[in-house]
T-cell receptor
Framework: DTEVTQTPKHLVMGMTNKKSLKCEQH?????MYWYKQKAKKPPELMFV???????INESVPSRFSPECPNSSLLNLHLHALQPEDSALYLC?????????????FGSGTRLTVV | QKEVEQNSGPLSVPEGAIASLNCTYS??????FFWYRQYSGKSPELIMS????GDKEDGRFTAQLNKASQYVSLLIRDSQPSDSATYLC???????????FGGGTRLMVKP
């Protein structure tokens, strides 16, 4: 299995809703990442987990809350989002944080905040 | 501040031509270099990785690395309309910690 699976593929939520994005990989990778990508821009790093511990939080607002329940799963909990948070949210994984290898990306969740 | 620079394009080439995509990076300690292809509305797909100076070929793709000049490029031979996409250059820092992405170059291959 060489895939990173993200669900849902599309999500529309109101500004008062609470929702979660899910990411799963079974490649034995120990580093997992959340990225946010706006149209015509490169991916922007949000969070990094290494061996299930939060390693990097790139000053992301608290309305985004990551969780890593185990080595295969990564969640992003969303609450009280703003319309400007609408974007493509990408999960990625790599063998380890310092392995120097490339990342495998999931297909993404297209989020629209209304 | 580690930077990875790419010309945003669009780079327009005719079908069958060679497309040349370029990337420069600021961190001289960078060790690993990657090219991702991203179709509109889709996620990035890793297409090439290169770790040492010189050329690396994979099918119609050739990655070129020159660490002295802090320059990495991607050549696409016999370009096809299906190659039309945004190509992201990504560089791993000297400690092997994080990928830094360039802004991407949009490639258009015209039939």
């Amino acid at each position: 299995d060489t895939e990173v699976t993200q669900t849902p593929k599309h999500l529309v939520m109101g500004m008062t809703n609470k929702k979660s994005l899910k990411c799963e990989q079974h490649m034995g990778h120990r580093a997992m990442y959340w990225y946010k990508q706006k149209a015509k821009k490169p991916p922007e790093l949000m969070f990094v987990y290494s061996y299930e511990k939060l390693s990097i939080n790139e000053s992301v607002p608290s309305r985004f809350s990551p969780e890593c329940p185990n080595s295969s799963l990564l969640n992003l909990h969303l609450h009280a989002l703003q319309p400007e948070d609408s974007a493509l949210y990408l999960c990625a994984s790599s063998q380890a944080l310092q392995s120097g290898d490339g990342y495998t990306f999931g297909s993404g969740t297209r989020l629209t905040v209304v | 501040q580690k930077e990875v620079e790419q010309n945003s394009g669009p780079l327009s080439v005719p079908e069958g031509a060679i497309a040349s995509l370029n990337c420069t990076y600021s961190d001289r300690g960078s060790q690993s270099f990657f090219w991702y292809r991203q179709y509109s509305g889709k996620s990035p797909e890793l297409i090439m990785s290169i770790y040492s100076n010189g050329d690396k070929e994979d099918g119609r793709f050739t990655a070129q690395l020159n660490k002295a000049s802090q320059y990495v490029s991607l050549l696409i031979r016999d370009s096809q309309p299906s190659d039309s996409a945004t190509y992201l250059c990504a560089v791993n820092d000297g400690a092997g910690n994080m990928l830094t992405f360039g802004g991407g170059t949009r490639l258009m291959v015209k039939p």
